[in-house]
């Protein structure tokens, strides 16, 4: 590709979100999108802000500033710019991030990264709740809390129209540990059914169940656990974004 049809397709990926959808993210449909999103939100919440977000690394209920997610999705998104413009443009990396620095450019991928924040936030959010559930789950048991623990259970994130969601700590441990109980016990009988199937497209059919079973947060197998994460990411989308 010349020099010139090569300026010509920058200025077209970064002008239409279609096209720097299709060719940098490789998004060609909704369920793409979600797909990517999904990825990026457990990437985010379970590594990069992990001591922000994340209930099994956080310090306290103080770091809830959702700009650094939308700070994240920026460097994240822009970094499959950089692959894109090295690997498939051949620029080199100083061409690369010297083109991302134009005003246009940067207004362009923040712009972005805002509708996607706000048509995808509550994918994050499940992510944040979840991880306070898996915190009490590693709690060895229900007599033993901790601080950051309380202090949620002292909050509005677990407050709907002024009733709690759980009574106490107590019960919500023993709602949490009955859940994980609960999953363990299906996949177990997946793993069972997978070892006794010989035939190739039944094993793979009961793969695919292990596999989405194991990825399913705790809070699908109790619904009293559901209904607490469910007012965690209530609260959360009242909060300032």
């Known amino acids: 590709m010349l020099k010139a049809e090569k300026e010509k397709f920058v200025a077209l990926i970064f002008s239409q979100e279609k096209e720097f959808e299709k060719y940098i993210l490789n998004v060609h449909n909704n369920d793409d999108r979600v797909e990517i999103m999904t990825i990026l939100s ?8 992990k001591e922000e ?94 601080k950051l623990i309380d202090e949620v259970l002292e909050s509005d994130f677990v407050k709907s129209d002024n009733v709690f969601v759980v009574l106490n700590y107590s019960q919500l441990w023993s709602r949490v540990r ?41 809070a699908y197998f109790d619904d009293a656990v559901m209904r607490l994460r469910n007012t965690m990411v209530a609260h959360m989308k009242e909060l300032k974004t």
């Open 42 to 49: 457990q990437r985010v919440i379970q590594s990069l802000l």
């Open 53 to 146: 977000f994340n209930f099994l690394y956080m310090k306290s209920l103080g770091n809830f500033h959702f700009s650094l997610i939308k700070n994240m999705l920026f460097i994240e998104i822009s970094h499959e710019w950089l692959s894109y413009a090295q690997g498939v443009l051949a620029y080199t990396q100083e061409e690369s991030l010297s083109m991302l620095q134009e005003k246009s450019k940067v207004v362009f991928l923040i712009t972005l990264v805002k509708e996607y924040f706000k048509k995808y936030k509550e994918l994050f959010f499940q992510d944040i709740a979840d991880s306070f559930i898996m915190l009490v789950n590693n709690m060895p048991s229900q007599m033993q809390s901790s």
């Open 178 to 218: 009955n859940a994980n109980e609960f999953k363990k016990e299906k996949i177990s009988k997946i793993q069972i059914k997978i070892a006794e199937t010989k035939e190739s497209a039944t094993l793979k059919k009961y793969e695919l169940q292990e596999s989405i079973l194991d990825e399913k947060p705790l």
